[in-house]
């Protein structure tokens, strides 16, 4: 399965924007998840990268991955205060899907 | 319809009992998970059912027995749990690329 890590806690100031770091070691993984979970609910899914892309735009949400160094980053412009939650990234590779640690993001009025 | 639905969201249950966890998914998708989550933890995977056929079991203790009845279900079963399987049980489906969906979850707590 894949080892996933991330740091912890992330803060920022609304307006500001976000950038959630993720390392992997499974280098077979075929496509990288981030979720976002706020408290006492499930994982909501906010975006995906295949491994053979470098980067992904989804509105205010962009991923960027470096299979050489095994780095997945999501980076969030004009951070709200509704996104403040838990940011989990996920590899996966045939059905196996494991997360990281979570990174909670706090964001200051 | 993109939903999973989980039931119950809440079960309380005493070390002797015996209940089930349901979740169900109407989207076609042919993996479908149990995850347990610990609180200020991410979620550890459980189980995989692909095609209905469990894929992938992480050496979870038999007390947890999982079932898929169909390609539209999935369920649990729990027998004589302990106080540190309290947690919150999450399941999801999948079809790659589109990433898993995920059920709100069953809170459980085992007295």
């Known amino acids: 399965g894949e080892d996933v890590e991330q740091s912890l806690f992330l803060s920022v100031r609304e307006g500001d924007s976000s950038v959630i770091n993720c390392t992997y070691t499974?280098?077979?993984?075929?496509?990288l998840y981030w979720y976002k979970q706020e408290p006492g609910a499930g994982l909501q899914l906010l975006t995906y990268?295949?491994?053979?892309?470098d980067m992904k735009q989804d509105q205010r949400l962009t991923v960027l991955l470096n299979k050489k160094d095994k780095h997945l980053s999501l980076r969030i412009a004009d951070t709200q205060t509704g996104d403040s939650a838990i940011y989990f990234c996920?590899?996966?590779?045939?059905?196996?899907?494991?997360f990281g640690a979570g990174t909670r993001l706090t964001v200051k009025p | 319809d993109t939903e999973v639905t989980q039931t119950p969201k809440h079960l309380v249950m005493g070390m002797t009992n015996k209940k089930s966890l349901k979740c169900e998914q109407h989207?076609?998708?042919?993996?479908m998970y149990w995850y347990k989550q610990k609180a200020k933890k991410p979620p550890e995977l459980m189980f995989v059912y692909s095609y209905e056929k469990l894929s992938i079991n992480e050496s979870v203790p038999s007390r947890f027995s999982p079932e898929c009845p169909n390609s539209s279900l999935l369920n649990l079963h729990l027998h004589a749990l302990q106080p540190e399987d309290s947690a919150l049980y999450l399941c999801?489906?999948?079809?790659?690329?589109?990433?898993?969906?995920f059920g709100q979850g069953t809170r459980l707590t085992v007295v």
């Open positions: 990268i295949f491994s053979n892309m």
């Open positions: 499974d280098s077979s993984s075929t496509y």
């Open positions: 996920a590899g996966y590779n045939n059905n196996d899907m494991r």
């Open positions: 989207m076609g998708h042919r993996a």
């Open positions: 999801a489906s999948s079809q790659p690329p589109g990433g898993a969906f």
